[in-house]
């Protein structure tokens, strides 16, 4: 006689109120679920007698009643030891699906023989908020091993540990031996861990017809008590646990993200504890962790720390004058721990885009023995070519060994906030910039244009990430601070910042919209842009020609486009950078191959003859144009095509289907926005530089040890 086909379990405890609706949406599946066990967990309400009486028409219905009460992983156990459908799910007693919920995942598990599918769900919070799905993003689905499903999302976005996301085959299950770990309030967290390291053939399917009731509660101090008890003993068994899994597993990345997940889980408790309201009782369970040595692997590596610290002081004094002593100490502390880690693990100096970089460093050396001044120059390189290759290596090492870009994200906004802020604090709108210049220069750090370009688009993939694993704070001040850092860019009085900012939207706007078109999110960025271009006829007017009319008092949409135009039109028509690009242009092809040697005060000493009376053009305003002045048109071309491989690099991780791609679009965009700034109004230098190759090496470190690897087309 062949088996049922499927067996759903629910373990109940209490949960008349909703047994009824969940039961028939069980009884109502399609293909019919052949058994339905329900485990009763000692239930003192009417769970009894509403079983009693649903099971006289619903043959397929069993019951199991527990004498005592053992929790929800010993009656799942007890269902799971009684199931004999050929697959089985396990779903909450308070819970209801849809009719096709196991539909395609039963068809797909037959066809693909597989051990286990792992399906979505929808958060259902009864009207009081809107529903969405547990995963948002979309996820890999060709058939994998558990191990390969674990590390994607342990990369990527937090694991749902829910085990009625579960479908899994019974006999495989049950060779397997697991149980629920009983005694835990957090059973999932280990039986679907160990579920997925045994699965050896799995899919995801991204179908959310299973309706997860998020239920308002309300507790006295006691009963609050004595479950974050409760909770915290299950954390620490879980996280023991853990460390038991990680050690075992001979997949070194796998290893380090179990650990991860290990370290993160562990650190709850700590927050577990601070909302106990007896906080005696609160210093009593911390010393008992403490005693047990529980704490003792809680602290951060060495290594990891030092360079943490180091980075935190280097991207602090980075962007503020004077501080060059600081962070010369900062950038050797960070090459030093960064050559130890190399030396720990036997790894080479990783250096992407290597063979462009080595063309980049013979020209800039080249350009030396031909500069107007070469000590000058001989420096230059060091600074401007060495140092950014050194420090776009330290990047791309710690990117590698980072979980994601999210602490280095984290950190950079919480020093853009203090700076920001500060610049908030002393400037204003309507300050002069004559005035901007000598505030403070921690102040005017905090309005320095490349730096709120990478900060604006890197804040607001923080903020999204934030936002779609449930935070809601974190990601309202970071919708404030990217705010604030427009300010900035207004208050700075550069309007090249507003341009480059626009270019950035825009490549975000066209790789979110090619990746999934809605015309309310193309109406979204429109409506961005719109509002950046407003900003931008702003910054022209109140640095354009005092001869301008100023606007009446009342203004139609026509009159107002009008004189939008006249303001851009006045602005850009006489922009002496015109004159001065015209001028580099022939000056490179006079002199194409050599140029006066590297060094941005190169063309100020070779052509001090050109409009001498303006002292800020000292440069050629275009980082472009700049390299041909200094090192002729190989200079121009090598630094292009360096330019060009990263960001060609960084387009195939935003166009691949890893869940990393919108880190990838986040970080294209700003990569976009700083080329454009730079090719009207040249500051890639120094610190800006520096800081530029540091992120894009951090990110590029991250996303080549992503879920999903792409080539990349290096020479």
């Not at 499927?6 to 405890?13: E, G, K, Q, R």
């Not at 109502?28 to 967990?41: G, M």
């Not at 079983?51 to 219905?61: G, I, T």
């Not at 290597?354 to 350009?367: E, I, T």
Request: contains cysteine.
């Amino acid at each position: 006689m062949q088996s049922p086909l499927l067996t759903i379990v629910i373990p109940a405890c209490n949960a008349a109120p909703w047994l009824r609706q969940c039961i028939s949406c069980a009884s109502a599946l399609d293909p019919a679920a052949d058994e339905i066990i329900v485990v009763d967990d000692a239930s003192t309400d009417d769970t009894p007698t509403i079983l009693a009486e649903l099971s006289r028409d619903c043959p397929a219905l069993r019951t199991i009643r527990l004498d005592k009460r053992s929790g929800a992983a010993e009656a799942r156990n007890r269902g799971l030891e009684a199931a004999q459908g050929r697959y089985l799910a396990f779903v909450d007693a308070d819970d209801f699906f849809l009719p096709d919920r196991f539909r395609t995942a039963l068809a797909v598990a037959e066809q693909d023989r597989l051990d286990l599918v792992f399906l979505n769900a929808t958060f259902h919070y009864e009207g009081r908020k809107p529903e969405h799905p547990l995963f948002r993003q979309p996820h890999r689905e060709e058939v994998m091993t558990g191990g390969d499903w674990l590390k994607s999302l342990l990369t990527t976005e937090a694991l749902h540990h829910a085990v009625w996301l579960h479908l899994y085959r019974t006999e495989w299950l049950h060779n397997t031996g697991l149980r629920f770990p009983a005694g835990n309030s957090n059973e999932d967290v280990i039986w679907t861990t160990e579920v997925l390291l045994q699965a050896r053939r799995m899919r995801y399917l991204p179908e959310t017809g299973y309706f997860y009731r998020v239920l308002p509660r309300v507790f006295d101090d006691a009963t609050i008590q004595a479950r974050l008890e409760f909770v915290i003993r299950s954390s620490v068994a879980n996280a023991k646990r853990l460390s038991e899994l990680a050690a075992a597993e001979s997949d070194a990345d796998l290893r380090e993200l179990l650990t991860a997940q290990l370290v993160d889980g562990a650190l709850q408790i700590f927050h577990k504890l601070k909302k106990m309201p007896d906080r005696r009782k609160a210093r009593s369970e911390l010393a008992g962790l403490r005693k047990t040595g529980f704490l003792n692997g809680m602290t951060i590596p060495l290594k990891e720390g030092i360079f943490w610290a180091a980075l935190a002081v280097y991207l602090f004094v980075l962007p503020i004058a004077g501080t060059i002593g600081v962070r010369y100490l900062a950038f050797v502390v960070l090459i030093g721990v960064t050559v130890a880690v190399l030396i720990e693990t036997r790894g080479i100096p990783p250096l992407p885009f290597a063979g462009y970089w080595l063309a980049y460093f013979l020209v800039a050396l080249v350009s030396v023995f031909f500069a107007v001044a070469p000590a000058v120059s001989l420096s230059e390189l060091r600074v401007e070519v060495i140092y950014c290759m050194v420090i776009f290596v330290i990047g791309v090492t710690w990117g590698g060994r980072a979980l994601g870009l999210e602490p280095f994200a984290i950190l950079l906004a919480v020093i853009n906030g203090a700076l920001t802020a500060s610049a908030f604090y002393f400037a204003s709108l309507d300050m002069p910039l004559s005035e901007v210049m000598r505030i403070p220069g921690f102040a005017r750090a905090g309005m320095d244009g490349n730096w709120l370009l990478v900060t604006v688009f890197l804040n607001s993939w923080l903020g999204w990430r934030l936002w779609n694993s449930g935070h809601r704070a974190a990601p309202i001040l970071l919708t404030v601070l990217v705010v604030l850092d427009v300010w900035a860019m207004l208050a700075s009085h550069n309007r090249q910042n507003l341009v480059a900012l626009g270019a950035g939207i825009a490549t975000a706007a066209v790789l979110l919209l090619h990746t999934r078109f809605s015309w309310r999110r193309a109406a979204f960025f429109l409506g961005l842009l719109i509002v950046v271009a407003a900003l931008l006829v702003t910054q022209m007017q109140r640095r354009s020609d005092p001869g301008i009319a100023p606007p009446p008092d009342s203004l139609s949409v026509a009159t107002a486009v009008d004189r939008a135009g006249d303001i851009v039109g006045t602005a850009t028509t006489s922009d002496v950078r015109w004159k001065l690009w015209k001028f580099s242009l022939q000056k490179i092809m006079e002199n194409p191959w050599t140029g006066g040697g590297i060094g941005r005060t190169v063309f100020d000493k070779l052509y001090p003859e050109f409009m001498p009376e303006n002292p800020q053009l000292w440069h050629a305003h275009n980082m472009i144009l700049n390299r041909g002045i200094q090192m002729g048109i190989p200079g121009m071309i090598v630094f292009a095509a360096l330019w060009m491989a990263l960001a060609v690099e960084v387009l195939r991780y935003a166009r691949s289907p890893s869940s990393s791609r919108y880190l990838a679009i986040a970080g294209l965009a700003a990569i976009v926005a700083i080329f454009a700034k730079n090719l009207t109004d040249d500051f890639f230098v120094r610190n800006s530089a520096l800081f530029f190759w540091l992120f894009t090496g951090y990110l590029i470190g991250c996303l080549r040890t992503g879920p999903v690897r792409v080539s990349t087309g290096e020479p």
